[in-house]
């Protein structure tokens, strides 16, 4: 059964950083992509980073250039560096995980939280101006 746990949220000011760790563990890491998603509320659940079986990535357009997900496999654990961080960054960010063959297309799959089986509770991001 796999397990996720985020960690790394807070707040920051307008222009500054943080990096949200996801500890995996009850899995085997490489069978299973990877995503980060948003979340505020009244809104959908929106897909910021994912990164697949071969370490493909890939991003969101509202934050290209500013955020980066990468992944230890040794420590079983998700990252996603954010920079230059935005007030409309605040949000809830949860990390999730999904069992995906070679019949997953990650490239047209990665953003949508219904293709995922495995979700963190999440942690919160407030970025002040």
């Known amino acids: 059964q796999v397990q996720l746990a985020e960690s790394g949220g807070g707040s920051v000011q307008a222009g500054g950083s943080l990096r949200l760790s996801c500890t995996v563990s009850?899995?085997?890491?490489?069978?299973?992509?990877w995503a980060w998603f948003r979340q505020v509320p009244d809104k959908e659940r929106e897909g910021v980073a994912g990164?697949?079986?071969?370490?493909?990535?890939l991003s969101a357009d509202s934050v290209k250039g500013r955020f980066t997900i990468s992944e230890d496999n040794a420590k079983g654990t998700l990252y996603l560096q954010m920079n230059s961080l935005k007030p409309e960054d605040t949000a809830l960010y949860y990390c999730?995980?999904?069992?995906?063959?070679?019949?997953?297309?990650?490239?047209?799959?990665?953003?949508?939280?219904?293709?995922?089986?495995?979700w963190g509770l999440g942690t919160q991001v407030i970025v002040s101006s």
């Open positions: 009850g899995y085997i890491h490489s069978t299973y992509c």
């Open positions: 999730a995980a999904v069992a995906c063959g070679a019949s997953w297309n990650f490239f047209s799959r990665w953003a949508y939280p219904d293709e995922y089986d495995y």
């Open positions: 990164i697949n079986r071969a370490g493909l990535t």
